[in-house]
């Protein structure tokens, strides 16, 4: 495939995942973070009228949102979703054997809708308790979004594709909601999942595969490795993974791209979340497609730095108020920086105010208590109570987290 | 006014209350009850072709109904509301002042809603947590329902009503959700509820007021009495009470009429549940009003009936067996009884295996394990489980009950 555009019709797709919607709802300073950026995450898919929105998982923050944040996400929807713009796509597979609706929500006559919405869930929104629910299904019975890539028999996995059509552009969205990565991966190398294929040539099709697992290897029990997915698709959009590497990448073993979006809403103060956050344009023709990250305006700034004290000649060990002031400093310099930065804005009230990280790699000194320290900082850092994290010997690597 | 029917226009209301979607979800036999008679509430609603349905609250049964029960209330709501039948009353009322959602839902360009249905929360699904949302208020944001009588100002009530109009038919209704009786009895006595009445002559209006609270006087506390209420209105459709007592009543102390609708399901095994229950259709035109009771379908028959051990000859005190033989000849007769007059509906399994309530005082006597008991009516009585309620001293008299 050329990646060049043609002047014919083309598919617009906005790329986005782990929004986590609700998350810190209850924190005085980052309660509507979560909600801004998913609402400015629809708003960009009307502005730039794409075809569909495509999420990747994690949309919600708890298994159980609370009654207040569904109320928020439903009525976030509902001002996005519906309207008169005519929807371009087709979907012209068994419906039934797509959606837990069993029907696209664009289709229903008594619904005027002209932004749909497509979602996989994630570890986070995963199936759960009496009737296996998702949130995600919630939302689905209203018909605000379409739910896919649900797996029904566990020891069989089927991925039968959404195929959408435009013209003369076809696109095939494969999903899989998140499965535990142990579990998947034995499914994968026991040869016990099956890609369902549409009819004809697989060349027509512009074959896209969404889903929400870990993809750097956090732990020993493996995740999945992107040769374990079929040749015949075309690009990868990989959820879970909150850092923001949305720039297409060739799979390590495959032809295919691999986009991996990174969540709307920092969830960990690590270093992987605090890199520009973006969505993406994918805008497929017949020949080709076109690819455009957009970044987001609606994320709080997150500055992180490390620091080691045994390196800072300002430091006596024996004036424990030494270590103090040298740490309040680097915080001021880091909002300065974001002051710089970032201006504020009346319609996000305290959104400039940064997340601030330190990591301090006190080998050889004692460490301050970071509750206390914080309260300088309150409602000049956003995360006040745990700007400081003590570390020793510079073992400052990657550690695994739930994403 | 006269209750005889004109050949004018008709505003068509059917009224239904406590609901109580979500009761006994998990119980074995009885977890469908209240999903079924909602169901079939909404099916009379559009068989009939009324304009509107009015709930007087307790649409669900608990504060935070479950996932599960949420997910089928919605489908519920979603497979009656929807349709091209134009909806023939015009809500002429300041809509952001009756409706949480700032409109009647039916009004939104973006939907095709037949059947509007308008609802107060009751006890049961009052507002509660962050954000004071009631269970209600998602399926309000969802438009399924149009939710109102919410006081926000709890010291100074204002009853705003939705002001309909159909041809030359006005129809003015007044809701007021759950408040607790006292402090509601305290508001009416100081004064502090007023009643916003429409412009013009309050003659050309029918008026309705619906309300859920304690009408019976269970507890020295007090509950309302239909004397603290205006002259001006033609009916109160009054809630909670879960007796169906829906034929309408004139006032104890004015002239309108009173209508208790009563549950639809049964939440209580005590003798106002045993009674036959009804929805109903409230048919207003400009000169009068026709009111129908129409009968529920899915209900559980549920036979009750009081026995005093020391009336029975049968019965040897020196032989607790003749006890449970007695008790248990009892039940059997109820079980035939309910056979006789319900028969199996594949539509709706096990809803003739009925709800047997024994009553037994049994001064003199010792009481029988009533889980035991229950043992040998599995599967032909629907709360086996509960059968018998032992009692002394012929103290069989009504007890409070939370509705
Ligand atoms: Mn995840
Ligand atoms: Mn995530
Ligand atoms: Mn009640
Ligand atoms: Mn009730």
């Known amino acids: 495939r050329a990646s ?8 617009k797709i906005l790329l986005a995942t ?6 810190m709802e209850k ?7 979560s909600f801004w950026s998913f609402d400015e995450v629809l708003q960009i898919a009307k502005d730039r009228e794409v075809d569909l929105v495509l999420l990747a998982g994690d949309l919600f923050h708890e298994n159980k949102p609370s009654r207040k944040t569904l109320h928020r996400t439903m009525a976030i929807l509902r001002k996005h979703l519906f309207g008169s713009r005519p ?9 039934s054997m797509n959606f837990r609706s069993g029907q696209v929500n664009y289709e229903d ?14 570890n986070h929104d995963d199936p759960a308790g009496d009737g296996e629910l998702s949130a995600v299904d919630l939302l689905s019975v209203c018909s605000l979004v379409n739910y896919f890539g649900r797996v029904h028999d566990h020891k069989d996995v089927r991925i039968t594709p959404i195929l ?20 998947l991966c034995r499914l994968f190398k026991e040869g016990n999942v099956k890609w369902v294929q549409p009819v004809g040539d697989m060349n027509d099709w512009f074959n896209i595969f969404v889903l929400h697992q870990n993809r750097v290897r956090h732990t020993p029990k493996g995740a999945l490795t992107d040769d374990m997915f079929p040749e015949f698709l075309d690009m990868v959009v990989w959820g879970h993974e909150h850092e923001c590497l949305i720039e297409p990448v060739k799979g390590s073993a495959r032809e295919f791209e691999v986009t991996q979006p990174g969540s709307s809403v920092a969830t960990s103060l690590i270093e992987g979340e605090a890199k520009k956050k973006h969505v993406a344009m994918l805008e497929v023709t017949k020949s080709g497609y076109k690819f455009e990250p957009i970044p987001l305006q609606t994320v709080r700034p997150f500055l992180i730095e490390d620091v080691v004290l045994g390196d800072e000649p300002s430091i006596d060990p024996k004036r424990p108020e030494t270590i103090t002031e040298f740490l309040a400093s ?5 909002i300065e920086q974001a002051a710089n930065e970032n201006k504020p804005n009346k319609s996000y009230p305290n959104l400039h105010m940064p997340l601030v990280r330190l990591r301090v790699d006190y080998t050889g000194f004692t460490t301050v208590n970071s509750q206390r320290f914080g309260q300088k900082f309150v409602n000049r850092v956003a995360n006040s109570e745990d700007i400081l994290l003590f570390t020793k010997k510079r073992s400052l690597g990657k550690r695994p987290t739930l994403a």
């Open 4 to 11: 060049k555009m043609d002047a014919n019709d083309s598919i």
């Open 18 to 23: 782990d929004n986590h919607i609700g998350y």
């Open 27 to 33: 924190h005085p300073i980052r309660k509507e973070d």
């Open 87 to 95: 929807v371009g796509i087709n979907v012209v597979s068994d419906q």
């Open 109 to 122: 006559e008594n619904l005027n809708i002209e932004l749909p919405i497509f979602t996989i869930h994630g």
């Open 164 to 183: 959408m059509a435009k013209g003369e552009v076809k696109v095939a969205v494969y999903g899989l909601g998140h499965i535990r990565d142990e579990r």
């Open 330 to 334: 680097k915080v001021e310099q880091l």
